[in-house]
Structures are given as structure tokens and as C-alpha cells.
Nanobody
Framework: VQLQASGGGLVQAGGSLRLSCAAS??????????MGWFRQAPGREREFVAC????????DYADSVKGRFTISRDNAKNTVALQINSLKPEDTAVYFC???????????????????WGQGTLVTVSS
């Protein structure tokens, strides 16, 4: 499967953005995989942001984004979205969408558990 993230941009602190990730290729199995978002800030390691169960019934968030970010998915359109509100300068990063390695299984937050990655979209938050 190929993943294409979009929606990044420059926004002032306190603003909002909606990131989207579209899957292509082997999309008939999209609805069977946990999907997640990670981010990598300049000079820092990539970190987990959020993930969503294959059927959308369960989500998980990093403490740093809980209450501000919302992950959702549309299995009919093979997309996963990340609504990010109340942006802070420390949210500045490249945001990546990813698909877990195994269908119908939640492996955890570790990026090693995710086998397919998009190219990333840059979010820059100005103070």
C-alpha cells in the first residue's frame, strides 16, 4: 500500500489544521489495519501521535496531544485524518501517516510496529 499525506502548512499558534492520508494500491485491505500518525520535529526523533483501530471504534493518543488532536478514518474512501486544534509552536514537525504491519491486530505505539509509511507533510506553527 502507498500512503500520501497532505494538509500541512504554516499556521499561527492557537490555529487548526486537518491532515489527511490517502491509501492507494492494496486498498481492499485498508479497513483491516490500524492506522497511525507520527511526527518528527527538527533535531528530534520521530514520535507517536495517534492511532485508530481498523474499524474506527478505538483510538489512542500521545499525552502531549490528547484533547487537541482527533484521529478519524473513512474506510470507504481509504483515508485517515488528523484534526489538530489549539496548535502550539512545539507541534511544529513533519507529520507521517503509517499502517501497522498486521491486519486485525493492534501491536502498539512503537514505530517498528508500522510497516508502511507516507512521505510526510510539514506543519509549522508560528508563535
Amino acid at each position: 500500500v502507498q500512503l500520501q499525506a497532505s494538509g500541512g502548512g504554516l499556521v499561527q499558534a492557537g490555529g487548526s489544521l486537518r491532515l489527511s492520508c490517502a491509501a492507494s494500491g492494496r486498498t481492499f485491505t485498508f479497513s483491516t489495519y490500524v492506522m497511525g500518525w507520527f511526527r518528527q520535529a527538527p533535531g528530534r526523533e520521530r514520535e507517536f501521535v495517534a492511532c485508530i483501530k481498523w474499524d474506527g471504534t478505538s483510538t489512542d493518543y500521545a499525552d502531549s496531544v490528547k484533547g487537541r488532536f482527533t484521529i478519524s478514518r473513512d474506510n470507504a474512501k481509504n483515508t485517515v485524518a488528523l484534526q489538530i486544534n489549539s496548535l502550539k509552536p512545539e507541534d511544529t514537525a513533519v507529520y507521517f501517516c503509517a499502517q501497522q504491519r498486521h491486519s486485525y491486530y493492534y501491536a502498539g505505539r512503537n514505530e517498528a510496529d508500522f510497516g508502511s509509511w507516507g512521505q510526510g507533510t510539514l506543519v509549522t506553527v508560528s508563535s
